[in-house]
């Protein structure tokens, strides 16, 4: 089992690279079978849930070449079947759009039903509504979404939420259905956009991607491309987070600014400098922070995916702060851990009552999930003395190299692996040779 041991206590200081959008690339990769000719997609990140998601497009028959650590040419022509049965792709959450990349292109899909974060009920009822809005046919059987068409036409859909995966998915089944598609209620991500500018460089009709309407002409076939995945808002978000908590000064290099103003602009607000450039931001911190109230919203409000390393930050801040957590309903679980380095939080339904401690002490803490593990090393770098973080392998899932870029900060981090029988690994992929 591997595990972070930390030794708190040193401002994080320098310049960090960040890489592509996890949550991009996983739309983009699943999307990149959707053509029969080449695609070549740059600045994929190389964390596990997107070797999962090659993985289990290779178990279909995609032809994955690894050009470099982050450049990937994939050809889905030799997809021999729409059934996919790779135990991995139940651990990730994004596994669903295969669903919308398969039934787009062969109006045919079976994916087991997503894994992923635990963060409460997660459901795909707006998938299911819009994909039977475009004419299929969908339904839950042994826990796998079994979804068919004869045709798929073009149709008027509203989403009863604003939902990333939805919106996505429901992009993928509509590219190659007849006529025009409208989405009504669309998310707004910086990911929902990069998936929506890929496929429109593959031949897409794809408008109003980045608003709350978007608009579908279908066309009959997509086409190869090359493309480059957008930074990852949330890594970025992550590290400026870190140089707040730890009375830092980290510039966060290779980002799109405008996607980490929603983050940065609350940093601001309790007493961060906050400089940005054209592809760079710099979030200085000097004394004790002030409080705040925060509320995670669809973008462009505070990204959930944000949350709990803000609460991190808040709970060594000056006063009470409230957080409260509008998009999932069980994003909370860390704050039990974060007690044991001295919180003071108290959790009333979806809202934390935050009381600003002096300082975190260093502890033995578990990371329950993707982000709120990377919160909780946020914290161990910020604690006085030595803390000991486990389950790393969630925060794996989405932060390529995420101890090695903080020890290059100044991060007293190091990762250790101790055998552990009881361990339940995530299946390790290789795609063919590493060309150079
Ligand atoms: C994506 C991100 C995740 C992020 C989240 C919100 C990926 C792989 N994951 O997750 O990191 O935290 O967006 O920004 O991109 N909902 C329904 N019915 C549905 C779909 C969603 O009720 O059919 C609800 C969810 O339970 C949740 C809310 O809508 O309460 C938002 O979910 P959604 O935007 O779909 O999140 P994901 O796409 O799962």
Known sequence: MEKYIIKGGTPLVGEVEIGGAKNAALAILAASIMTDETVLIENVPDVRDTNVM????????????????????????????????????????????????????????????????????????QHIKGFRGLGATVNVRHGSVIAHAENLRGAHIFMDKVSVGATINVIMAAVMAEGRTVIENAAKEPHVVDLANF?????????????????????????????????????????????????????????????LECIYAKLSEIGCQVQESDDEVRVVATGKLGNTQVKTLPYPGFPTDMQPQMTVILGMSQGISIVTESIFDNRFKYVDELARMGSDIKVEGNTAIITGVDRYTGAEIAAPDLRAGAALVIGALAAEGESVVTDVRYIQRGYEDFHLKLAKLGGQIELVDVPDENENNYTETSFGKVVS
């Not at 729409?82 to 669903?99: D, F, H, M, P, T």
């Not at 190869?224 to 290099?253: C, F, H, N, R, S």
């Open 54 to 125: 090659m993985q289990s497009m290779e178990s279909i028959g995609a032809q994955i070449v690894k050009l470099d650590r982050h450049t990937y040419k994939i050809n889905g022509s030799r997809i021999h079947n729409q059934v996919i049965l790779n135990e991995g792709i139940k651990k990730i959450r994004a596994s669903y759009y295969l669903i919308g990349a398969l039934l787009g292109k062969y109006r045919n899909a079976e994916v087991p039903l997503p894994g992923g974060c635990n963060l409460g009920t997660r459901a795909i009822d």
């Open 199 to 259: 496929l429109n460089s593959m031949g897409a009709n794809i408008k109003g991607a980045g608003t709350d309407v978007i608009r579908i002409n279908g066309v009959p076939k997509l086409h190869k491309t090359e493309y480059t995945i957008i930074p990852d808002q949330i890594e970025a978000g992550t590290y400026l987070m870190a140089a707040a908590a730890t009375q830092g000064d980290i510039t966060v290099k290779n980002v799109i600014p405008k996607h």
